[in-house]
Every structure is written in C-alpha cells, then in structure tokens.
C-alpha cells in the first residue's frame, strides 16, 4: 500500500527498484496536533514549541489547585493543595460536632475574637495556615506580617483559597475559606503598609490551623 514500482532503463540497470510514496520519517507527536503527511518527500510539520505548564492542565488528575512555595519561604518547598471551592459542605449539626463552640461561633456564625487574644496574632514560625474547618491551606508564613492589629495578618493568601464579599452594609469586604465558607474575618487596603499588595487580610486565629514547614504533613 502507497508503494509504486519503477522501472529502471535497461541502458542503465536491470534492476527494479521499489519505492516507498510515504516516508519513513519519525513521528512527532505535538500538543492538539498531527503533522500530516502528503506524497513523497512532502510531509508538512508544524514548529516545536512549548508553554510554561498552568495549574489548570494539573487539574483533572488532582481534582485541586496546585500551587508551589519556593524554598526560599519554607525549606525545601511545600507543595499546597487548594480544594475546589465549595467542595466541603456539612450541615450545621455536622459543623457543630467537628468545631469547638468558639470554633463553630466564628468560622459558621461570622464571630470575632477578641483582639489580642488569638494564637497567631503575635506568631511568625514558618509553615502554612489552614483553614480550621476543613484543612485547607489558605495563607503562606512568607505573606504574614506585623500590622499591630491585633490580629494575624497577612498580605495575600494562596491564589484561589479565600473568598471576597462585602458586607451587607457595604463598609468592609468579608474573606471566607472558598472549599467550606469558614468565616476567616476581613480584607483591607490603602491602608498604607510596606507590602507588595498594601492589603491586609485581618483573620481570626481560631478560624486558621498552622501546619510548621517541617512537618512530615502533606499539604
């Protein structure tokens, strides 16, 4: 098949030589293509090229949102796995026998805690905050800083792990874990700190869990 038989002049040879129309040429296999082939010696392919690899082409193996952090904020790195927003949902009755009181008072019924009084307020370990309800990684140790608040604050938190909307009344947007919708406290900005973001995300540290960044833990 798609072989063609020559025959050769007798002036210049006896011999009858076959001759293959394709080409045995290597098949290069390029992202969404196929090089096609036409006729002999006429194979069209398209240029090598390459793209820096998306959390979204990570997505349908991990069912999650892949993010890296560099060595340079937790030793040797920690590869944080944001669950898919709303993927954790429990009845009230369900919250209430996995939370503490003051757990359940906060992070479902849109509590504060007083200020000064929190574990994190005043903490600056390396590692990851999570998310008290459900586990979810939220903040980066890198990211916290001192605002004198009175509460953890932080200058972002992990790309698409908290939630913004603004309150009823429109004065203050409210930031909520996007997997279970724990109540994490508010988000300000202009405020005027030396940040790259100039935001300050004021959290409750009853609605975070730290994960130290030399923890066995898989994050």
């Not at 194979?43 to 997505?59: G, I, N, Q, T």
């Not at 805690?113 to 905050?129: A, I, N």
């Not at 009175?150 to 913004?164: D, L, V």
């Not at 429109?170 to 940040?195: D, N, Q, S, W, Y």
Request: proline share 9%; with cysteine.
């Amino acid at each position: 098949m798609g072989s063609q038989i020559m025959k050769i002049s007798p002036i210049a040879s006896s011999r009858t030589t076959i001759f293959n129309s394709t080409p045995l040429l290597p098949r290069t296999f390029l992202p969404n293509s196929t090089p096609p082939v036409t006729g002999l010696f006429k194979a069209k392919f398209r240029p090598l090229s390459y793209r820096p690899l998306k959390e979204s082409d990570l997505a349908p193996w991990f069912g999650a949102s892949v993010h890296y952090q560099s060595k340079r904020g937790i030793r040797g790195g920690v590869v944080a796995m944001t669950a898919a927003p709303g993927s954790v949902q429990k009845s009230e009755e369900e919250w209430r026998a996995v939370l503490s009181p003051e757990q359940f008072r906060i992070l479902r019924q849109k509590g504060t805690e007083y200020p000064g009084t929190g574990e994190y307020d005043k903490f600056y370990s390396e590692g990851v905050y999570n998310c008290a309800g459900c586990g979810t990684p939220l903040y980066r140790s890198t990211t916290k800083f001192n605002s004198g608040c009175g509460w953890p604050a932080f200058y972002e938190g992990i790309p698409g792990a908290i939630n913004r909307t603004p309150d009823p009344d429109g004065r203050r947007i409210e930031i909520t874990c996007a997997a279970c919708g724990g109540h994490l406290g508010h988000v300000f900005k202009g405020e005027g700190f030396p940040t790259p973001t100039d935001e300050r995300h004021c959290v409750n540290s009853i609605s975070l869990k730290f994960t130290p960044a030399n923890s066995d833990a898989k994050i």
